[in-house]
């Protein structure tokens, strides 16, 4: 998953941008955080090995901001699988 994460920010939606509230971080992420909404699947194999579907989940992730620009993936929360049908393959 790590190896898309570029992709869930180029698709993900609701991005928000928050400081480091009471310096909780500290110098982790003095220059404060992004936040983003976004859609991922896994794939679902039978038996026999063969892809029968997606399970797909929405998650909001965390992105740190760094003094060099670049960001940095932190962690996935409010991470819920979506009830509805699964994607066939």
Request: aromatic letters at 14%.
């Amino acid at each position: 998953m790590i190896t898309a994460v570029e992709e869930l920010i180029q698709i993900s939606t609701n991005k928000t941008e928050y400081p480091d509230y009471d310096k909780k971080h500290k110098a982790k992420a003095k220059y404060g955080w992004y936040r983003y909404d976004t859609r991922f699947g896994i794939p679902v194999y039978d038996e026999n090995g063969e892809l029968s579907g997606y399970n797909i989940f929405s998650a909001r992730m965390l992105v740190r901001c760094d003094a060099d620009g670049k960001l940095y993936l932190y962690d996935f929360v409010r991470t819920k699988k979506e009830t509805r049908n699964p994607l066939e393959p």
